[in-house]
């Protein structure tokens, strides 16, 4: 293999692990592999979930450019599961926070069995995993019609955060 192949190979990972958010957008714009992988089948977008708040933005661009959200090292951890365990030393609930809008599964386990949450202690970041797991919950209750599950008190866990539901309005019984 050429050095400039391999350059090109390992230029996007590189850039993560510095934390340079020019270069992976310009190798992103390039078209480099999201997917290549490290020795411990990191890609780029787990490199950056690992480093936490001071990567949101390369995280950000990873997810728009494509890259795999299921994607997890030789361990099973996924991006979820590192920015959790990440979070504490740094500050990883912003991290936390956007694979979560991304639609990095929350249910994903690693080779022990346990899900991102059985590892988080950042009070911030338990928040923000119950708050999405309350979200998902309102979400199957309004899609289901089962409404009952919101007079029973979920939107209450849900506190100031901003859901839009659309709920038809239905005709009254007496309009045929």
């Not at 590189?14 to 020019?22: F, I, M, P, Q, S």
């Not at 270069?23 to 480099?32: Q, T």
């Not at 990567?55 to 299921?70: K, M």
Request: hydrophobic share 45%; charged share 25%; proline share 4%.
């Amino acid at each position: 293999m050429m050095l400039d192949e391999f350059d090109r190979k390992t230029a996007l990972l590189n850039a993560t692990v510095a934390g340079d958010l020019e270069a992976v957008e310009f190798l992103v714009a390039r078209g480099d592999d999201l997917e290549t992988c490290g020795p411990e089948d990191e890609t780029a977008l787990l490199v950056a979930a690992g480093g936490g708040s001071s990567r949101v933005e390369i995280a950000r661009v990873l997810l728009a450019a494509g890259a795999d959200r299921a994607a997890a090292l030789k361990d099973g951890s996924s991006a979820l599961h590192l920015a959790v365990k990440a979070a504490g030393a740094r500050g990883g609930a912003a991290m936390v926070t956007l694979l979560l809008q991304e639609g990095v599964d929350p249910r994903s386990l690693d080779a022990r069995g346990n899900r991102a949450q059985d590892y988080a202690d950042d009070p911030h970041v338990v928040r923000a995993l119950e708050r999405h797991e309350a979200r998902l919950k309102l979400l199957f209750a309004a899609e289901t019609g089962n409404l009952s599950l919101c007079k029973k008190g979920l939107l209450t866990s849900l506190d100031s955060c901003s859901i839009k539901v659309q709920i038809p309005m239905l005709p009254p019984p007496w309009v045929a």
